[in-house]
């Protein structure tokens, strides 16, 4: 039987068995594509996803028809879990952006699991509140720093959430974490290139000097790395947690 600490989301690994129980018979393992949209900003969220793994990017549309990244939610979060305790629609949408698997659950089952269980409301409530001080650290950092200085850390960043030196990211996405167009993007990427800092081809990223992105990133790399000390949720566990392993949720259709 999988316990709470067993989990590879460190939200659910935090939770006391007796919460986590109450979940768990709700959990099933679903995959996370690459490009794979979760919510659809305005619509109601239908499910609440914890991340084992990699990479959701929540990403606001303007009326132009830009996309702009807003967040990032790997294993320390949860996707949709605001929207779907107040029943209400998401206002942002949310896309894989790196590949990997999650524990699934149903909103209405969700909700009425956060009802009889306080501390499940406040790890949402932490959740909530460490989002809402990334994303004001996002604003200054957009703000004041140059579309390089933010390339490397957004980098640096994406290569400790997705543990991979190597992912997939075309210009159009790295344009939409950075909120800059996709002329800028070509140009830094050309430049961090050329320093022997990254190699990028048919968009695809491989960081090949950890220790000269991090030398030209901004300070806000720093603060990538430190979580929050109130946020800090205790039994985040390392565990591997195949899919197959976990022999009471069904695996989502494909
Ligand atoms: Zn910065």
Request: aromatic share 4%; hydrophobic share 45%.
């Amino acid at each position: 039987m999988v316990t709470s600490r067993q989990s590879p989301n460190d939200l659910l690994a935090a939770l006391p068995s007796a919460d986590f129980d109450l979940l768990r018979p709700h959990l099933r393992a679903v995959e996370l594509n690459f490009g794979q949209m979760l919510i659809e900003a305005g619509a109601p969220v239908r499910q609440v996803i914890f991340p084992h793994g990699g990479i959701v990017s929540t990403l606001a549309r303007l009326r132009r028809g830009e996309t702009i990244e807003v967040g990032v939610i790997g294993r320390d979060g949860v996707v949709g879990g605001s929207a779907a305790l107040y029943d209400a629609a998401s206002p942002s949408a949310a896309m894989v952006r790196f590949p990997g698997t999650a524990s699934a659950i149903d909103a209405g089952h969700f909700r009425t699991i956060v009802e009889l269980s306080p501390a499940l409301r406040d790890a949402l409530m932490r959740d909530l509140s460490r989002r809402v001080t990334k994303a004001e650290q996002v604003a200054a950092c957009n703000a004041a720093h140059s579309a390089e200085a933010r390339l490397c850390r957004r980098l640096l960043q994406s290569r400790d959430m997705a543990g991979s030196d190597s992912m997939l990211l075309s210009q159009d996405l790295m344009a939409q974490m950075l909120g800059v167009k996709r002329n800028t993007i070509s140009l830094v990427a050309h430049a961090l290139q050329q320093q022997g800092l990254i190699r990028y081809s048919r968009g695809r990223m491989a960081i090949i000097d950890v220790d000269g992105l991090v030398r030209r990133s901004c300070e806000c790399h720093s603060a990538d790395r430190i979580p929050a000390a109130p946020m800090a949720l205790p039994h985040a566990s390392a565990l591997p947690w195949p899919a197959s392993e976990v022999g009471l949720v069904q695996r989502s259709p494909s």
